[in-house]
């Protein structure tokens, strides 16, 4: 699971209030450190932006989470936003997957490594 944590680029309090999400976030999400992708909005909107691209970068290293500007009108980035999230979401599960397999292993009398399989019938006590 993920999240894509998004504040508006004409809107100076949305990026204050971002800190406060964060922190909900990790307090209600399912780890200690949950995948997010900080994501300005209305990038289009050069004329009436108050947030600097710098301000929120300087946000993002601060919450060590990467950083994206987006617009949803003309859809600028909004794909690349989801793909870096689901990148992030991707190398947690293989991280996970990896852990997994590792706690599985056992040295063997040799000093070999032996792999349980995880679909092992051995510990079965039908015959099926």
């Not at 993002?60 to 979401?89: C, F, H, R, W």
Request: proline share 2%; charged share 25%.
């Amino acid at each position: 699971m993920g999240f894509l944590l998004v504040f508006d680029l004409t809107n100076e309090k949305s990026l204050l209030s971002c800190r406060e999400w964060m922190n909900l976030l990790c307090q209600h999400a399912y780890c200690e450190r949950p995948d997010v992708i900080l994501v300005g909005n209305k990038a289009d909107k050069t004329e009436e932006r108050v947030i600097s691209t710098s301000d929120a970068q300087r946000l993002a290293q601060e919450l060590q989470v990467p950083y994206i500007e987006t617009s949803a009108l003309s859809g600028k980035n909004v794909s690349a936003a989801i793909d870096m999230l689901l990148d992030l979401v991707m190398k947690r599960i293989e991280e996970s997957v990896t852990k997994t397999r590792v706690h599985k292993a056992t040295k063997n009398s040799n000093g070999g490594i032996h792999l349980e399989n995880a679909n092992s019938t051995k510990n079965k006590s039908c015959a099926c």
